[in-house]
């Protein structure tokens, strides 16, 4: 049983540009959701897909979007790439269900120069 | 790999020790909590959860405590071993669908030999 498998493992962009991160949950999960982890601290929340629809977004601005596809799987996007936005991009699974751990994937490791 | 908690506070412990890593909470609206373990290039593993119904849960070496009224967490290993080595992160929520952790600050657990 496959757990959660993110693509790319590392990248590089440049300041300004667009990059799109894919993830594909652990099978049988139905929602997704996105983490930033910057260097030295915990993981913090982005947003939730769920249904293919986003349900909860933390406080990250509008320039991170994502989507849902049909099989669950998912593609984190950040627009105008800040030199801030250099960090651990972590996606983690769940079930619908109630009180119910989220397993991660191994993460993407991006860095904006 | 990746260098996960540069600069958090560190716990040393003997092998074979047992080791206590602590966390403290905010919000007394959250429910559910989880214990994560995060090795270097890795994403978070899960290693225990309790819900706020219940003050403690063990595992298989793993004891978690909770003591909602002064918000408090804490992981209990036993027979500490070198794989133990690695960032331990609380990780809290209080939306039961939604899943959307708030993670502590982490803890690097350093096993000596």
């Known amino acids: 049983d496959a757990g959660v498998t993110q693509s790319p493992t590392h990248l590089i962009k440049t300041r300004g540009q667009q990059v799109t991160l894919r993830c594909s949950p652990k099978?049988?999960?139905?929602?997704v959701s996105w983490y930033q982890q910057a260097l030295g601290q915990g993981p913090q929340f982005i947003f939730q897909?769920?249904?293919?629809?986003?349900?909860q977004r933390g406080n990250f601005p509008d320039r991170f979007s994502g989507h849902q596809f049909p099989n669950y799987s998912s593609e984190l996007n950040v627009n105008a790439l800040w030199l801030g936005d250099s960090a651990l991009y972590l996606c983690?699974?769940?079930?619908?269900?109630?009180?119910?751990?989220?397993?991660f994937g191994q993460g993407t490791r991006l860095t904006v120069v | 790999g990746e260098n996960v908690g540069l600069h958090l506070p560190t716990l040393s412990v003997q092998e074979g020790d047992n080791s206590i890593i602590n966390c403290a909470y905010s919000?007394?609206?959250?429910?559910?909590f989880i214990w994560y373990k995060q090795e270097s290039g890795k994403g978070p593993q899960f290693i225990i959860d309790i819900r706020s119904n219940m003050d403690k849960r063990q595992g298989q070496r793993v004891t978690v405590l909770l003591n909602k009224t002064v918000k408090h967490l804490s992981l209990q290993i036993a027979a500490t071993q070198p794989g133990d080595s690695a960032v331990y992160f609380c990780a809290e929520t209080e939306d039961n669908y939604g899943q959307n952790f708030v993670f502590g600050p982490g803890t690097r657990l350093s096993v000596l030999p």
């Open positions: 983690a699974s769940s079930l619908e269900t109630r009180n119910t751990e989220a397993f």
């Open positions: 897909y769920y249904e293919e629809e986003e349900r």
């Open positions: 099978s049988g999960h139905d929602t």
């Open positions: 919000n007394s609206a959250s429910d559910y």
